[in-house]
């Protein structure tokens, strides 16, 4: 590939050895390339700033690539433990990414497209429609964003736990989100039990993902325990029903060992009622899964609200006496609209990048 051609369509994320030779033409050491390659996974101060390179080789890289973890406008809430990043891409759509910081663990929450085609009536990003997969490469610098600001706010803390459920369905974009576990475990050394994907349960993907040996963690959107109901909820749910994703969720638990989450969104006088309790607590204990309730997050295109605390209370009782492991989700940063189901990238003005910077 000619440098031009190089600089304009990839990441430096993307290039292996044979492409920094390539870039570098001889005019730099040979020990270079592996000292950029390493430099560039472990930079948590900077992507650039943290190369033990030359100046102006550095400063030209800033130039020539974009990384869009350095195009991020953050947003706080939570006194500051929570915040949001509205990652503007190489082609200038954006993203969100969400930074947690709790006592003992900090978790970053990952989007895995721009937009989303699963079109869930009470998500915001679905509610924007589909535009495109995220590459790799766009995974990571929403980690990478993550781990520089973690490191910026305090020198001692590091991501724990990363969890894809950000904009966008990842078992929809399943390669890409599986290469970055992937290397999120192998060039980030994070743990798979410290990682976790999110589906709204798209049975294919959830049943090839059990064949990957990866010890992820598997959280199912699953928000109503009939099908009449979920259906309206999760229109996916006329392809695959209810039926066929327990089905696909107990091939991923025998293959994998891993307990399943069911992730159950409480609106009010919809899927709150004591026999829908009944219901999601047979499914649970089918499973053997334990059940997140996420109080509903208000979006601009849905009119129903969340159940009020006393009746979300009530159904984390009604589950418990059935037997059934339950928590409710925090709502982290719902004012800074960060919470789940809330990311929808607004459109801001952006400086085009710059191409016309010359490595030498
Ligand atoms: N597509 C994946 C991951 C993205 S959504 C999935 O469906 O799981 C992450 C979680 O937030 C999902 O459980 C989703 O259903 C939930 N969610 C979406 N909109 C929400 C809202 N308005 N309030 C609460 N949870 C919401």
Same mark, same amino acid.
């Given at each position: 590939m000619k440098?031009?051609?190089?600089?304009q369509?990839?990441?430096?994320?993307? #290039?292996?050895?044979k492409?920094w030779?390539n870039?570098?033409g001889g005019?730099?050491?040979s020990?270079r390339?592996?000292?950029?390659?390493n430099?560039?996974?472990?930079?948590?101060?900077?992507?650039?700033?943290?190369?033990?390179?030359?100046?102006?080789?550095r400063?030209?890289?800033?130039e020539l690539?974009y990384?869009?973890?350095?195009h991020a406008?953050v947003?706080?809430s939570?006194?500051?433990d929570?915040l949001?990043?509205?990652?503007?891409?190489s082609?200038q759509?954006?993203?969100?990414?969400?930074?947690?910081r709790y006592e003992?663990r900090s978790?970053v929450?990952i989007?895995?497209q721009?937009?989303?085609?699963?079109?869930c009536?009470?998500?915001?990003t679905?509610?924007g429609?589909?535009?495109r997969?995220?590459?790799?490469?766009?995974m990571q610098?929403q980690?990478?964003?993550?781990a520089?600001?973690?490191k910026?706010l305090d020198s001692?803390?590091?991501?724990?736990?990363?969890?894809?459920m950000g904009?966008?369905?990842?078992?929809?974009n399943?390669?890409?989100?599986?290469?970055f576990v992937r290397? #999120?475990?192998t060039q980030? /050394?994070?743990g798979a039990?410290?990682?976790?994907l /999110?589906?709204?349960g798209v049975?294919p993907g959830i049943v090839?993902l059990?064949d990957e040996s990866?010890q992820?963690?598997l959280?199912?959107?699953?928000?109503?325990?009939?099908?009449?109901?979920?259906t309206?909820?999760v229109?996916?749910n006329?392809?695959?029903g209810i039926?066929?994703?327990v089905e696909?969720?107990?091939?991923?638990?025998s293959?994998t060992?891993?307990?399943?989450?069911?992730?159950?969104?409480?609106i009010?006088d919809?899927n709150?009622h004591d026999?829908?309790?009944?219901q999601l607590?047979?499914?649970?204990?089918?499973l053997k899964a334990?059940?997140?309730?996420?109080?509903?997050n208000?979006?601009?295109?849905?009119?129903?609200?969340?159940?009020?605390?006393?009746?979300v =209370?009530?159904?984390k009782?009604l #589950?418990?006496d059935?037997g059934v492991?339950?928590?409710i989700?925090?709502?982290r940063?719902s004012?800074i609209?960060?919470?789940c189901g809330q990311?929808v990238?607004?459109?801001v =003005?952006f400086p085009?990048r710059?191409?016309?910077?010359?490595l030498v």
């Open positions: 440098i031009a051609e190089l600089l369509t990839r990441s430096p994320l993307e #290039l292996d050895a492409d030779e870039l570098f005019l730099q050491p020990f390339v592996r000292q950029v390659q430099g560039l996974y472990k930079s948590y101060v900077s992507p650039w700033e943290n190369l033990t390179i030359p100046r102006t080789l400063e030209t890289f800033k690539f990384l869009s973890s350095d406008k947003t706080l939570d006194n500051g929570t949001k990043a509205l990652l503007t891409l082609d759509r954006q993203i969100e990414t969400v930074l947690m003992r978790t929450c989007s895995t721009v937009g989303c085609a699963m079109n009536v009470f998500c915001a679905g509610q429609g589909y535009e997969h995220l590459k790799v490469h766009e610098e980690y990478f964003w993550a520089r600001e973690l910026r001692n803390s590091k991501i724990t736990n990363v969890v894809l904009m966008g369905e990842p078992l929809a399943y390669d890409n989100s599986i290469s290397s #999120l475990m980030f /050394s994070l039990r410290s990682i976790t /999110s589906t709204v049975v090839k059990a990866l992820i963690n959280a199912v959107s699953l928000h109503a325990p009939n099908d009449e109901l979920r309206q909820i229109p996916i006329r392809r695959y039926a066929s994703l696909a969720l107990n091939i991923y638990k293959r060992n891993r307990r399943i989450t069911l992730e159950y969104a409480l009010n919809l709150d026999e829908h309790m009944t607590a047979d499914i649970a204990l089918n334990h059940v997140n309730l996420i109080p509903l208000p979006t601009p295109k849905y009119d129903f609200r969340g159940s009020p605390p006393q009746r =209370n009530k159904c009782t #589950l418990q059935n492991q339950v928590t989700r925090d709502t940063g004012d609209a960060a919470a990311l990238a607004n459109n =003005n085009k710059k191409r016309n910077a010359s």
